[in-house]
């Protein structure tokens, strides 16, 4: 396992192309899917310097619907629990797709857990037997407008390499 990140690029394709090898070097071989998901949080929150980065995943309590629980993340305190279909967490969860949100402040719905956060990317983890939502990856800014397509590919790619953990 890597002790600590070689981080050389200054655009973010190249800091992607980076970070993504080493990423799945620290996951190889872990089974433990709470110290693989805090080291992905660290790892991303390290690189690119977000304001929050962390994941929800999809458990359900005795007698409720499913919901997405707080899991391994880093950065200010945040949400516990999101309802199916509710803020950009629970959106991203019920369409079964990657939202990129320019202004969180224009997502109907969006749930506020800072009021630094400004844009945000959530990225569905997939069951890879079943192929149903397991978790999300969160990602919030404190800028505007900071998530694009490259993110949304490179997330994408980052998402398939967890998803062995809910084999």
Known sequence: MAEELLLTASDKKGRYEEVLPQLVSVLEGETDRTANL?????ILK???????VGFYEVKSREGEAPQLVLAPFQGPLACTRIHYGRGVCGTA???RRTLVVPDVDRFPG??????LSRSEI???????GTGEVVAVL???????STFDETDRHYLEILSSHLSHLWA
Do not use: G, K, M
């Open 110 to 115: 969006h749930i506020a857990c800072s009021s």
């Open 122 to 128: 959530v990225v569905p983890v997939f069951h890879p």
């Open 93 to 95: 969860w019920a369409e």
């Open 138 to 144: 969160d990602i919030d800014s404190r800028e505007l």
């Open 46 to 52: 390290e690189a690119f310097d977000f304001f929050w």
């Open 38 to 42: 805090a080291n992905t949080a660290a």
